[in-house]
């Protein structure tokens, strides 16, 4: 059995009232699974899914095939306790339906397991959190000295992704 659900909803985090933000609250979906002899009961993992990755892993639980290349991946080995050693490290999130009814402002970002990087492309604002030191996203640290490298390495992160994706805006 697996169960998930929509993402989460702003009720007034960081201000905001909708869904569509990158910021953890509506950011995260949750994902529970119960698979007896394969996910060991009560077992926590912490890799970097997406739903994209549910086809892959019906299939894969189905053995399936695929004869088409799909941008997901099979979570089959990580249910069963083990990661692969290329197991993505981040994952790409982008929002583009502005101006739209929910008024929310175009952006794209990268999460890895421990930071994030948003950018509203539209006003070319950046935004950068420790999601360690600061998992509420309160403190932007974009900008801030000593964040520069970092700051790079998840643009040129977000560049790869985006490049992967063939995202052209």
Known sequence: MIYTS??????????????????EESFRTPLLVRWP????????????????????TFLGAAGVETETPMQGRSMVDLLAGSTPTDWRASVYYHYYENPGAHNVAKHEGVRTATHKLIRFYQTDEWELYDLVADPDELTNLYGQPGTETLAAQLKAELEQLRAGYAVTD
């Not at 929509?6 to 910021?23: A, I, N, P, V």
């Not at 009560?42 to 890799?47: E, I, P, Q, Y």
């Open 6 to 23: 929509d993402q989460g909803w702003f009720l007034g985090e960081h201000g905001w009232y909708d869904k569509r933000w990158m910021y």
């Open 37 to 56: 002899g394969v996910v060991e009961p009560g077992s926590v993992n912490t890799d970097l899914v997406q739903n994209l990755d549910f086809a892959p």
